[in-house]
């Protein structure tokens, strides 16, 4: 097994172990952090696949999906507080009438 | 003289548009001025016309006014033809015409719309003189339409009357009918001759490049067209509801002049009649079967202007017998000698309503003679000339057609003939029993209304008096002979002057003996005419029931039709296929819609399943096929 | 000042009048109308201008105006005069000011937006006749429909919002079939010789095959058909008409359901004629039973504007059957027929809005003998009725009575070659003129004899300017009936190079 599938491997695998956080977890706080180890995953398939075809542009979408991740953190925490605030509780099944 | 057809044509137009828009406000006089004076005119031009006609030699006059519409190489021409045939009817159209007018200042004096009443006479004046001057079918058909809609509204002239309202309306609705047949008709003959003139179509089918199928067909479809207007069967059922309108109009419109418009066409279209003898088979039986049952319901009529009706409506199943048989200008001495005779009486019924204050049912008249007894003369006079009583106008014509039926080489036959006589018969005996009824006999009136019958004014005396000499006269002009170089008179079967002679003693005879019947029956109180009635009850019920052909239509056309419209039409198609169709497509996107809504929880875990669900199928989706 | 500019001219009117209408203020009802009037009334000058500089006999378009506006795609800003459009761009500028002194008294809600609102109107209709090319075509197309949306669904009746959906779904419905078919036209014009066009005239030479002619004719078939509307793709039309105000039903019956017919005189068939060909026999049934189906209905409405919406797919089905005779008489009869029901129709809509002003009430068993009561009223009502009937003299005849000579004269040939279809259905399309008086009469003994009540108590009769617009229209009605001649000259060489494309394709035919 060379190095080239056993990073894939292991991108896989995180992007799984995410996956799997996401479903079974329910604290919408460890949710999140499931959630960006998935990402972290996909980003580890990228590196791996720009290394392969030696493209520079994949390492510069690799930073903006970095970016992404930090702005989606920067949202997606402060509304988590907001409904903690108002809900008093981590249970993302206390928070299904949200669907509108 | 150029353009005196179009100013002969004109001047009644102006009187509808001078009286339609000012009548109201410039006052009776004026508007007797307008709507009486204008046609007094357009009778002397017409006079005019003729002798220039004559002048000439019988050299039609054609007058182009301006080209109504020009498409491709088809030419359609507004223009004026003057033949002795158009001669005699524009005679006729605007001499009675001009009677009917100053007979009307009388009859319609004191009704709140005096000037519509002269307008809309004067727009039928207008159409008629179109109709019976147009040179193409066009023109022709412009003006039966529009002597329709004067008709129409002139039958409903009293509008606020539901039933005179629906008795327009049922005309122009028959008369369309016969519309949409003569309009095939034209088509045909324009596609198979090019042209829509009637002169040019006349020598076209005389020619014989037609193809007698052609002709045949062309024949029956005009024909069709002429039953709406002249009111035979099948669609003669307009013609007794039109007595709705102002007794001058039955007169004017329903009597003399519009009715007899198709007896005018099927003449002017001799010549592809000539190449037709199926389709003149087929008028006269039409014409003598109109004529005979016609005369029948008119035995039991009890409304004065009904009976009236329905003696017109026979009167004009003769002249469609003459036609039938070739003797088209013996039709046309016969419309020129009816013109008069019905007029008078149509006059003279109008008068003895106007003495009694509207009453119409015969039933509540009698011995009126002496106290309207110029009405009385003049109705008469008319009587006994549409009775056929020599030397009496309507002798002359109608032994004519009796003769043409039973010689005429173009379809003559025996049992034409004897028809013939028996409805001659007839006719003199319902007409005896209307005069019997209403003038001579016991007062059967209401004492209230007895009290008050008085003699009509001079304007309308004096007309029935003009009308009733010339019922006279008017057989006196050898109209036949004066049409000859147009309408030669068809070959005959024998010309043994003996039986000609025969058959005229005859004739008389039969008159006679009609006028005798309706002493017997209906002198010394009608007591022998009920015993008859009684005798045979459901015999006259069938004939006061018209032979229930109004139920008939209302039964197989109008029900059914108004069924299918609401029915089938509006709740199966328009409500239940289409709009159920769009409402069942709606209903289903809805309810798709609510179904997938379903799917949307509101559980963050429910929506990490499905995405991963979805995962997996792409996965395996593109491990199976790419 | 050039034609071409004046043509240009006349379509922008509106826009530069719906712009100064931005400007006046809101409350300046009275200065709102008299500004949408002089620009409409302006216009309608250009119009009769044009008009009468429009030479007949001269092959083509005339006035053109061409400039590129997307070059990559061969779409162009091209618009211009033919005898085909010419009628009824005349016809819109005629009634834009009717339609606007129609609406003085009856709309008080929203006036500026109104009023822009016809403005649009105006310009997205005469865009869409005007237009040379398809992708303009398409584009003023669907563009009308957003202001006709919006009028009947801001002022319009009880249930608007049912009527709007329907009218818009329906005609969205056809438009992307078109625009589908539009884009295959684009793309073949493309591939074929490499140069991009959706000009008319180019389309006109494609020569497709059969098999794709047909594809391409049922795609704007419908779109078309819908909006005529041929039976049995009607039912959106009494709905809107119904709930439509009064200004509304005049536009649409006037000039919008003329798009329909339009299109498929101008497009349709001279797109794809061997297609067309084919399928006469369907358009020719469909005519028919639009003629037979709209007379049956219209007479059991008891909506007095139902019964109109119902005469207008009557009256629309004798255009249709005009268009596929494939004749002049026909064609030449077709257009002016077009022209007759704006204004005939156009009209009655009015009227019944006026009354509709006074009693509010469109149910005729509450009428009866208006006759009585509003006499100047009842005579023009009367003479609308009888131009709708097809009496000689008015409008309505010359239009009738030429499409179903036209119909009858390409029918018998056939008849004599033994087919005997087109024969039955132009004798059934002249026994629709009974159907017609049955139902129109109905609607004037209703309306107008009988005895004299309304469901409201002293009315009163026709104002001036009431008179002056029904004045107009009776006018133009009677000049049609009696005087066709102008009309017909000026149409006569398009609806002659209209039949040719469509005869060439059968000669084509036979030498195959």
Known sequence: MDDTTFLLALSGMLFALGLVGVIVRRNLLVMLMFLELMLNGVILSLVVFTQMLGAEAGAVLVFLVFVVAAAEIAIAVPILLLLVRTGRTLDPGAYAGLKG | MNGLLTLLVLLPLAGFLVNGLLGRRLGPVFVNVVGVGLPLAAFGVAVWAWRILEAGGGEPLIETVFTWALVGEHVFEVSFYLDRLSAVMALIVTGVGALIHIYSIGYMKGDESYARYFAYLNLFLFFMLLLVLGRSLLVLFVGWEGVGLASYLLIGFWFQDVDKARAGRKAFITNRV??????????????????????????????????????????????????????????????????????????????????????????????????????????????????????????????????????????????????????????????????????????????????????????????????????????????????????????????????????????????????????????????????????????????????????????????????????????????PQYLAPLLPAPDLRFDWPILHWALIVFAVLVAVAGLVAAGVLYGNGGRRAEAIERRFARLYRVLAGKYYVDEIYERLLQRPWLWISDRVFLRLGDRILLDGSLHGLAALARRGAEVLARVQTGSLHWYAWMTLLGLVAVLIWMWRYV | MSEALALNLLLFLPVIGGVLLLALPERRADLVRGLAMVVLLAQLALAAWLYLRFQAGVPGLQFETRLPWIPAWGVHYHIALDGLNLLLVLLTAFLGPIVVAGAFTSITKDVKLFHGMVMFIQFTMLGTFLAQDLFLFYVFWEAMLIPMFLMIGIWGGERRIYATLKFFLYTAFGSILMLAAIIYLAHTVLSADGTPSFAFADLYELGLGVQVQTLLLAAFALSFAIKVPMVPLHTWLPDAHVEAPTAGSVILAGVLLKMGTYG????????????????????????????????????????????????????????????????????????????????????????????????????LADYGGLAKLLPAYSVFFMILTLAAIGLPTTSGFTGEFLVLLGAFHSAWPQFEQGVSYPLVLASLAVLGIVLGALYMLRLARRLLFGEARAPVAGLRDLSLREMGILGVLVLAVFYIGLFPNDFLQKTEQAAMEYQERILAARDGEVER
């Open chain 3, 264 to 363: 498929f005189l101008k497009l349709g068939f001279p797109l794809f004629p061997d297609a067309a060909l084919l399928a006469t026999p369907l358009i020719m049934t469909l005519a028919v039973i639009s003629i037979i189906y709209g007379a049956g209905l219209a007479l059991v409405q008891d909506d007095i504007k139902k019964i109109i919406a119902y005469s207008s797919v009557s009256h629309l089905g004798y255009v249709m059957l005009g268009l596929v005779t494939y004749n002049l008489l026909g064609v030449q009869g077709a257009i002016i027929q077009m022209v007759s029901h704006g204004l005939v129709a156009g009209g009655l809509f009015l009227m019944v809005g006026m009354i509709y002003e006074r009693c509010h009430s469109r149910d």
């Open chain 2, 178 to 479: 016969g519309d949409a047949g003569f309009l095939l008709g034209m088509f045909l003959i324009f596609t198979a001759v090019g042209t829509l003139e009637m002169d040019q179509i006349n020598e076209a089918f005389a020619g014989g490049l037609i193809p007698v199928g052609i002709a045949t067909a062309a024949g029956i479809l005009l024909f069709i067209g002429a039953t709406g207007k002249s009111a035979q069967i099948p669609l003669h059922v307009w013609l007794p509801d039109a007595m709705a309108g102002p007794t001058p109009v039955s007169a004017l419109i329903h009597a003399a002049t519009m009715v007899t418009a198709g007896v005018y066409l099927v003449a002017r279209m001799s010549g592809v009649y000539l190449e037709a003898p199926a389709a003149s088979t087929l008028i006269a039986v039409i014409g003598l079967l109109t004529a005979f049952l016609a005369a029948t319901i008119a035995l039991v009529q009890t409304d004065i202007k009904k009976v009236l009706a329905y003696s017109t409506i026979s009167q004009l199943g003769f002249m469609f017998l003459a036609l039938g048989v070739g003797a088209y200008a013996v039709a046309v001495f016969h419309l020129f000698t009816h013109a008069f005779f019905k007029a008078a009486l149509f006059l003279g019924a109008g008068s003895v309503i106007h003495a009694l204050n509207g009453e119409q049912d015969i039933r509540r008249m009698g011995g009126l003679s002496r106290r309207i007894p110029w009405t009385s003369g003049t109705f008469l006079v008319a009587t006994a000339a549409i009775a056929g009583l020599p030397p009496l106008a309507g002798f002359f014509s109608k032994d004519e057609i009796l003769w043409f039926a039973l010689a005429s080489g173009q379809g003559g036959a025996f049992w034409l003939w004897l028809l013939g006589s028996v409805t001659a018969f007839l006719t003199a005996l319902y007409m005896f029993r209307l005069y019997w009824l209403v003038f001579l006999g016991r007062s059967r009136m209401a004492p209230e209304v007895a009290e008050h019958v008085h003699e009509s004014p001079w304007p309308m005396t004096s007309v029935l008096v003009v009308l009733a000499v010339f019922s006279v006269i008017a057989g006196w002009f050898a109209l």
